[in-house]
């Protein structure tokens, strides 16, 4: 069983979802509580739009935007790369106690050291994230174990920290208060100038997911299959645990805990281009954004003028979508 | 064995089906009293949904399966169990259960909610142990016997049961062809002693060799039915599994034994 | 270590040196267990910002004692104790229930939602409706009920599988947490910390109504799970084998998994949803007694006996007290870890 796309579908494809990309970016620069039109948004961009537009453009919509499509970026290829890599389609960054280990280290900031403006916890959230992922993966990706016991070293260690946090924000009202709109999740916050720090460490765990491609491939069939092909099964390991705490991790960080999207994309990008790594990274790179902004976009729409929170909509979209898996005939023990 | 006339099972234009597929389609069949029915056929062609069907583990859509004149829809799931014993393909021994405890499940249909474990109980096991031979492993897990010792274990524990009819789901599955043997030998001694027997089997020749009663199936259907020297018939092989082969007398039992003819595998030419 | 029952071929021997040294094991863990519950009872009436001696107890329970004593260990907590012990027992019944029937030993009502559901329907309550007590616990009843059914009624293809219920959980549990974050930035700052203190799993406040009310209405619950033990023992062998020998599997594991939500809607109404004691209490009491099967009696005392020290760990050897959830969470999860690692280990 080779695993290989067309050449050409799988260019059509980008070319398809970088179009629906654009729109989602310009929709998101769009709408909202003060909807504007294409044309306006565009004069706005090149720098001829009124003050007015130009403040709600370039300082509330185009930061947000931003965040949406590296946050969106990252976790999509972060999925990718856990459902590749345990060869287990239910695995999704977000299930991996990611966004509790972020939790964890936001509340220790708020209530230890004071901080409170979002743009401050990234750094915290981002270590968290780091260490959990990677005692998460150690733990559940390795030896015999199906998705059952990945999802739930990820359950386990996130109700350890879940409970202590919960302990601190309920000893401490402000801490308290901080923290349930963090754990909303939210495109605010990440100043332009985190996301310059962030994005390179984003642009990193992209480029060695894209080196991973071919390994992963290989892995496809099983390790000792790969390793019959020369492949280094260790080495690849490695390498999928760094780019999933980079990606995963960072996302976290500027964006709060948004789950299922990890989940999400790279099965409906299976599903257009196949099993092939070389080109469901890729795709699932562009496709991560599109959902991010959507259930951005949707969430600023639909009780306008209040908002709700991304990490809220995405959930009702993508939780059904895993019910909707496992109970196909076929997900007997996947 | 408990005293009781030997018991008349007989299918009646059943059909069978697994979500919206019809596997089983009008099948009628006798199962004769005191006889050891062996049913084979290829792959999906029913066999293992019939004897889930006679075990009454499927209900069927049309027509019924009758046990002594009476519809085994209708007879209480206890009183049924202590007529007819399965041993399933997909049988779970809980972790860590010894091979005493696992055989002694086997009493369920005949103890009631208050009944302690009375001396009938444990005559039960403990004859059950004696005739499959695993007395010595009693108190041994059973996650820690072989393939061939655990299936002597789940065949103690259905005969615990002590029914007068047994059914078996391809009971030789993942046995080294000694350990099969040894167990054949093990039903056909039960078929003496009075029990009727319906096996499931995917080896022509065991089946031609132990079976009182051969029924072949292909697509749902019963081809041919009757003793293995009128059934397993070179046509009827050729017929039912598509097989090219010749049938010579056993040189043990006399009976017939099916050999493969050679078919050199032909490479595709592509155009 | 042969049986001797090959000498005695045809005769019925002595009973079985396994079967009988086994239920010789689970009997001592249970003595064991219970001797622990009382220890913890005794240290639940004895501490405290006001200490009683522990040669005064008797003498209170038995109705003397001045009246702040009186109040001190009977009306707060003696109450208090009793609902740990009822809360524990029901939710270790519970567990053994859930993970019998679907065979799997990571199943539990947590990790199937139902808490997050009653979270949820206490919130909305909360929004929707009034903040009285007893809406609160309608509300919380209600919606872990739901959420039941909902699950069920996802999971349920060509029957319930154990591996589907984990995941269909985990998937609804998360809708609902999303559901319940939004809410929680709804209301006022007060009202959410009242809400996820609640939502936590606390003992604090409990009161001798609806203790009372909710172990009362448990009892059938218990005795009818008690009931289906034997038949729960031969779905372990697997659905064609119950089956076959007369014990109804769809029919035993819908009772058996309502009798499991009933007790732990009874549990929730008490202490909230209080999490992994359920999970971790039959799992603790299997392995102690070293039997095949997951035993209710002992699952309900190690249930009783977790949750009540937990308690007391919540309530006097932290910094600040908390609720009892936060501990049996942290605690709960440390354990599960230890298992996957164990397991990982002994697979290797």
Known sequence: ?334 | MPDRPPASLTVEQASFAYADTRIVDQLSLQIEPGSFTVVIGPNACGKSTLLRGLARLLAPEEGQVVLDGRSIAGIPAKTLARRMGLLPQTAVAPEGITVRDLVSRGRYPHRGMLRPWSPTDESAVVEALAATGTTELADRPVDALSGGQRQRVWIAMVLAQQTEVLLLDEPTTYLDVAHQVELLELLAALHEQGRTIVAVLHDLNQAARYATTVVAMRDGRVIAEGPPAEVVTSENVSAVFGLANTVIPDPVTGGPLVVPLRAPHVTEVRP | MVATVVDRAGRVGRPARSVAAGRRRVLAVGVAASVVLVVLVTLGLILGDFPVPLERIPTILAGGGEGIEHTVVVDWRLTRVIAAVGVGALLGIAGALFQTVTRNPLASPDILGLSSGAFSGMLLTLVLVSASWQALVAGSLVGGLVTALVIQMLASRDGLQGFRIVVVGIGVSAMLASLNTWLLLQVELETAMFASAWGAGSLNGVSAGPVTGALVAAVPIVVGAFCLVPRMRQLELGDDLAAATGARPHAVRALALLAGVGLVSAATTVAGPVAFVALAAPQIARRLARTPSLPLGLSALLGAAVLLASDLVAQHALPAPLPVGVVTVSVGGLYLLSVIVLELRRRA
């Open chain 1, 1 to 334: 069983m080779t695993v290989t796309t067309r050449p050409g579908r799988g260019i059509l494809s980008v070319g398809v979802v970088a179009a629906i990309l654009a729109v989602a970016v310009l929709a998101s620069l769009a709408l909202g509580a003060n909807p504007l039109a294409p044309p306006a948004v565009i004069d706005a961009l090149a720098g001829r739009g009124t003050r007015e537009t130009s403040f709600v453009v370039w300082d509330l919509r185009v930061p947000r935007t931003v965040v949406g499509i590296i946050a969106g970026a990252a976790l999509g290829a972060a999925g990718a790369l856990m459902q590749a890599f345990t060869r287990n389609p239910l695995a999704d960054p977000g299930l991996l106690g990611v966004g509790a280990g972020a939790a964890f280290a936001v509340a220790l900031g708020v209530s230890l050291f004071g901080l409170s403006d979002p743009g401050e916890v990234v750094w915290p959230a981002f270590a968290g994230a780091l260490l959990v992922t990677m005692a998460v993966s150690v733990i559940g990706a390795s030896g015999p174990g199906g998705p059952v016991r990945l999802i739930l070293a990820g359950v386990a260690l996130g109700a350890v920290l879940s409970g202590i946090t919960t302990a601190i924000t309920l000893t401490d009202p402000e801490a308290f208060d901080r923290m349930r709109g963090w754990n909303a999740g939210s495109l605010l916050g990440a100043g332009l100038d985190d996301l310059g720090a962030i994005a390179p460490l984003v642009a990193a765990g992209a480029v060695l997911a894209f080196a991973l491609a071919p390994g992963l491939n290989a892995m496809a069939l099983g390790d000792d299959v790969a390793r019959s092909q020369g492949v280094n099964v260790g080495r690849i390991r490695i390498g999928v645990i760094v780019a999933v705490t980079l990606l995963a991790g960072a996302a976290t960080a500027i964006a709060g805990p948004i789950s299922f999207v990890g989940l999400m994309i790279p099965h409906v990008v299976r599903w257009i281009v196949g099993p092939d790594q070389r080109a469901v990274l890729p795709l699932s790179l562009l496709a991560g954004p599109v959902v991010v902004l959507a259930a951005d976009i949707l969430g600023r729409v639909v009780i306008a003028p209040a908002e709700v929170p991304v990490g809220v909509v995405v959930a009702f979209v993508g939780a059904p979508l895993l019910i909707a898996l496992a109970r196909r005939r076929t997900a007997r023990a996947l």
